[in-house]
């Protein structure tokens, strides 16, 4: 196996890529170097390579537990050292994606930047399965139809993995187009002018933050998306979460201050909420369609525009009122006389601990 060592400071020359003094230069000189890569070997990386073209990823797939690496190090005037510097691809406002990846399995991609293509920065052409991104930004797409910081041609990033990553003022969305059981965990989408992730079938959002992005801070295209104790303020049109797909699990979730809805359906779905806390501008839940809401044990919650929602199980533990437009929130626990009754914006995470304490409250 022969790794190779990329430098982005363009020069002239015939480096052979076999370390950092030797490393390739050029871009075309570093687009044949990554041609050759195949399972197991790495490409190490450094400093910025502007595009005139896409970096194009179509020649070699990984393998399980053998995938091909590409890693950043930071450029210190003598060996490059792995920290918070990005080795950086950027498209320069001239190269239509950053790095297009057609049909290849198993890459891993850490510590590097894409930024300023003219459609997506990091864009699947046809489907790419297993990649994982680690560390990674993507940013600044400027595309006259929005380009998005991760994008495809349809489901193409499938089974990805996003870890620590960020999106953020693109023209479109942050991220979109996973599909089958990818996972967004402890990532960033914020000042995108569409939305910060757009989630399709089977995928997992956790521990992950979408602020101020211009649509939905997050956005259910297609069912079975689950979201763990992820944060969803400030979002446009669409608020905080969309969801035109169900079935959807929130568990710990916080959607605040979104300027519409905390949570928007538009079409019918199964909803479980776990100790989620909504407090938004025009209401906590529009239903847009039938929508059931399970919360606890409970069967099940309809909630619409200005309306309250309210879920009687007699086996649960304790059932809730979920506070719409103008309604509050209230707590009543299993002898059905003695509830809570809290304003609107009661953080529902304190909830269980409250009904656990017992006695009259």
């Known amino acids: 196996m022969a790794d190779i060592y990329v430098d982005g400071e363009l020069a002239t020359g015939n480096n052979d890529g076999t370390s950092w003094a030797d490393a390739f230069r050029t871009e075309a000189a570093i687009q044949g170097g990554f041609d050759g890569l195949v399972a197991g070997e790495t490409a190490h990386c450094t400093r910025t390579l502007t595009l005139t073209s896409p970096l194009d990823i179509d020649q070699h797939s990984g393998a399980d537990g053998n995938p091909i690496r590409v890693i950043g190090y930071n450029y210190n005037g003598g060996s490059p050292v792995i920290d918070a510097t990005r080795f950086v691809l950027d498209a320069d406002h001239a190269a239509a994606h950053a790095i297009s990846a057609d049909g290849v399995d198993h890459w891993v991609w850490e510590n590097v930047e894409f930024k300023k293509a003219t459609a997506d920065n990091a864009y699947a052409a046809s489907s790419c399965r297993y990649w994982i991104f680690h560390r990674c930004l993507s940013r600044d797409t400027q595309a006259a139809g929005g380009g998005n910081g991760w994008g495809g041609a349809g489901a193409n990033w499938r089974g990805a993995s996003w870890l620590l990553c960020e999106a953020r003022d693109n023209d479109g969305m942050g991220f979109d187009r996973a599909y089958d059981g990818a996972a967004f965990i402890g990532c960033l989408a914020r000042g995108n002018a569409s939305y910060g992730f757009r989630l399709n079938a089977?995928?997992?959002?956790?521990?992950?933050?979408?602020?101020?992005?211009?649509?939905?801070?997050?956005?259910?295209?297609?069912?079975?998306?689950?979201?763990?104790?992820?944060?969803?303020?400030?979002?446009?049109?669409?608020g905080g979460v969309r969801i035109t797909a169900g079935p959807t699990l929130a568990l710990g979730c916080r959607l605040t201050d979104n300027t519409s809805y905390g949570l928007d359906i538009s079409t019918a779905t199964v909803l479980d909420l776990w100790n989620c806390y909504l407090n938004n501008t025009t209401g906590t839940v529009n239903g847009g369609g039938s929508l059931a809401i399970h919360e606890d044990k409970g069967t099940e919650t309809r909630i619409t525009s200005g309306a309250e929602g309210y879920e009687d199980e007699a086996d649960d533990e304790f059932n809730l009122r979920l506070g719409a437009a103008g309604w509050r929130t209230e707590v009543d626990f299993p002898d059905g006389v003695n509830f809570l009754r809290f304003a609107r914006g009661l953080p529902t995470n304190v909830i269980p601990h409250l009904a656990k304490m017992g006695g009259k409250q």
């Open 202 to 238: 089977a995928c997992t959002a956790a521990l992950c933050i979408a602020h101020a992005n211009g649509h939905a801070n997050f956005y259910n295209y297609a069912g079975n998306v689950t979201y763990l104790f992820c944060v969803a303020d400030g979002a446009g049109a669409f």
